[in-house]
Every structure is written in C-alpha cells, then in structure tokens.
C-alpha cells in the first residue's frame, strides 16, 4: 500500500509538529486522515485520495471507485 504525506492543517496533536519524531508526524496523519473519513461518511459523503496516478473514491461502506473526469469510472480492486 503507498503512502502519501499529508500536511498538518490546525492543531489536535499534543506535541508541537516541529518536535515530533518521524513516528509522531505517522501517527498524527492517521488520525487527521480518521478524522477526515469520519466526518465525510458521516455526511453521507466518500472521500477521496490518490494511488499512484488514480484519483480514488472511498465511501463509508468500502466501496472504492476510481474516478475519470469528475465521475466514478469503474470499481477500483486495489491493483
């Protein structure tokens, strides 16, 4: 599975993001990104994410999709 970096947006971590160690910042950006599932299917709404040069739509049931010009094109399995 690949990983992308994502950048701290506004506080919730107990230490400040230039003191964290490595394992800190990973573990910060998985609740950040829980947080963001957590509000979306909470809406009713997918969210989406990259992999590799897919654009990905996850909805709160698991479903994903990959998306082409703004529509779901196709069920995406991971490969």
Excluded: C, N
């Excluded at 003191?19 to 809406?43: D, G, L, N, T, Y």
């Amino acid at each position: 599975m690949e990983t992308t970096a994502i950048t701290l947006l506004y506080g919730g971590a107990k230490t400040p993001y230039h003191e964290m160690s490595a394992s800190e910042k990973q573990e910060a950006a998985a609740q950040i990104v829980e947080r963001a599932k957590e509000k979306a299917f909470s809406r009713g709404l997918p969210i989406y994410y990259a992999v590799g040069e897919l654009v990905i739509a996850e909805f709160a049931d698991g479903r994903k999709f990959v998306v082409e010009d703004q529509q779901l094109a196709r069920p995406y399995d991971g490969a």
